[in-house]
């Protein structure tokens, strides 16, 4: 199934309405930018190599400029947190993945870590209902191998581990993770059925 405009705009609607969030823009750039250092410092503290050598500024640029890049405020308008979705899975993942056009890579999801917020933890759950709305049939990420703990978080999701690759910028091996939307989907769907009946 190829992406038509339509198709995007509907998802960036439903992403929009159910989570709350907004696209960023260019005016969101620096905020965003100082999020991911402060959660980079954080990580290092923890002893943890999660964007050690920095985030790549130049690739939130872009997706803000694509409209792939989202964001999260409270009422004050404090950013609460970022994330990107976009429909293209990036070079270094492995050539048989990216034959596939019906997929979301999830990028680029950053919590403030010093005032956590409810409405985050929210994040990933709904960007798998909003997917599975939209008839997506892989959400992709991926994160650093030296921290396990995001992994696991992951993992209580239903995203599971595919293969290992090396990060061309942060020379890093990454876990790349996968949820089968229609696999799960296809599960709830049987055991609704089996509820009614």
Known sequence: MDYSINK??????DITNELLADKATISDFAEICELFKLAAEYYKNKGIKQWE????????HQNISKGEIFV???????????????????????EYLRRNNNIWLLQSLC??????????????????KIATKNEIEKIY?????DNPILECY????GFRRIAITEHPRYEQ???IMVYDVSIFSHFQHSLNQQLIH
């Open 53 to 60: 050598k920095g985030y790549d500024l130049v690739k939130i």
């Open 173 to 175: 091996n990454m876990v």
């Open 154 to 157: 992951y993992q209580r999701y």
């Open 111 to 128: 919590t403030n870590l010093q005032k956590p917020s409810l409405i985050v933890r929210k994040v990933l759950p709904l960007i798998i």
């Open 141 to 145: 990420l991926d994160c650093v191998m």
């Open 72 to 94: 999260i405020r409270n009422e004050s308008r404090f950013l609460l947190g970022t994330f990107a979705i976009s429909h293209e899975l990036p070079n270094y993942y492995p």
């Open 8 to 13: 995007v705009v509907k998802v960036a609607d």
